[in-house]
Nanobody, 126 residues
């Protein structure tokens, strides 16, 4: 069992920055591929960024490329999402997720993931 706890959300003006953190406990953190997802009101949950076990492979959805950076610190059992140049359309609840894997690939499907955090609200005002 893995427990994931997100933090760092909040209210920010357009153009501002936030850094989300996801702290994991329960199992060997480096055995898990990780991802950040978001869900806006009335919309489906979507992948924002994903990262492999080692951190060497990353993925970003087109809408956040060049603005968001995903990273992980396997010694601190923590994953981060640095979000710069935020836009109102980035407003959503952001979730972190973990998938146990023996490979060093990232994963993009919601159903791929085994564990989820409770979510943190990000609101970007115009």
């Amino acid at each position: 069992q893995v427990q994931l706890v997100e933090s760092g959300g909040g209210l920010v003006q357009a153009g501002g920055s936030l850094r989300l953190s996801c702290v994991a406990s329960g199992r060997t953190f480096s055995n898990y591929a990780l991802g950040w997802f978001r869900q806006a009101p009335g919309k489906e949950r979507e992948v924002v960024a994903a990262i492999s076990r080692s951190g060497g492979n990353t993925y970003y959805v087109d809408s956040v490329k060049g603005r968001f950076t995903i990273s992980r610190d396997n010694f601190k059992n923590t994953m981060y999402l640095q979000m710069n140049s935020l836009k109102p359309e980035d407003t959503a609840v952001y979730y972190c997720a973990a998938k146990y894997t023996s490979t060093n690939y990232y994963h993009l499907g919601i159903d791929d993931y085994d564990y989820w955090g409770q979510g943190t609200q990000v609101t970007v005002s115009s």
